[in-house]
C-alpha cells in the first residue's frame, strides 16, 4: 500500500488552527507495554505524534512519559522550538513489559500540575492499545483533573473487540475532565490536531 502524501493545503489548514490556539502544555502518556509492538501501532504513535510536534510553537510545551511495567519520564515540559531533541526522543521508544497504567497516571498528573500553563491548555494525552484497571489512588485523582483545569484525553489505538472497553474509556475520560477517541492511521493526526487547537 503506497504511503499517502499529506497534501500542503491540510499541513497549512492545520498550521493555522494550530497558529490561531492558546498555548498548549500536552503531556504525552504513551503506552509501551508489549502489545503495542503490533504491526505499526507505535510506529504510527511516533509519527503521529512528531506531526503535531513539527506544527507546534514556541509557545507551546510538551512533555513525554512511556509506561509498560513502569512509568519512565523522557521529556518534562519542553518548549517545541526544541523539535530534534523532541523527535530523538521519541524515536527512542520502544515495547517492552506490561501495562501498569496508573502509575503513569499518577506521574504525568503530577508534571502536568507543577507546569501547568495559567492562560491556556493543559492535557494529558494517554495513548494506549487495550483495557487496563487502575488502582485506587489513581481512580482518586482523576477527581483532581477538573480543578486543576487540566484534560485527560484517552486515545484507543487499533481495533478492538472488547465492547467494554469504549464504556470504561468514556467513563474514565469524562471523570478525568477529558475526552475519549478511537483512532486509527487516518484519524490519529486529525484528532491530535483537534486537540492542540482547541
Do not use: W
Amino acid at each position: 500500500k503506497p504511503i499517502e502524501v499529506k497534501k500542503d493545503t491540510t499541513i497549512t489548514e492545520h498550521q493555522q488552527l494550530i497558529n490561531k490556539a492558546s498555548p498548549h502544555h500536552m503531556v504525552y502518556l504513551l503506552d509501551v507495554s508489549a502489545s503495542m509492538h503490533d504491526p505499526g501501532k507505535l510506529d504510527l504513535l511516533k509519527k503521529g505524534a512528531k506531526y503535531l510536534v513539527g506544527l507546534q510553537r514556541n509557545s507551546d510545551h510538551i512533555s513525554l512519559l512511556s509506561f509498560a511495567t513502569h512509568s519512565h519520564t523522557l521529556l518534562r515540559n519542553v518548549s517545541c522550538d526544541k523539535k530534534n531533541m523532541i523527535n530523538a526522543r521519541i524515536d527512542e521508544l520502544q515495547t517492552h513489559g506490561s501495562t501498569n497504567a496508573s502509575d503513569g497516571i499518577k506521574n504525568a498528573f503530577g508534571i502536568a500540575d507543577t507546569n501547568r500553563i495559567a492562560v491556556g491548555k493543559n492535557k494529558i494525552i494517554l495513548v494506549t492499545d487495550g483495557k487496563f484497571q487502575l488502582d485506587v489512588e489513581a481512580t482518586k485523582l482523576l477527581n483532581e483533573f477538573k480543578k486543576k483545569n487540566i484534560e485527560l484525553i484517552i486515545l484507543l489505538i487499533g481495533a478492538n473487540e472488547d465492547p467494554t472497553i469504549d464504556i470504561e474509556f468514556k467513563k474514565m475520560s469524562k471523570r478525568g475532565n477529558g475526552r475519549y477517541y478511537k483512532v486509527e492511521t487516518k484519524n490519529l493526526e486529525e484528532v491530535l490536531i483537534k486537540e492542540a487547537s482547541d
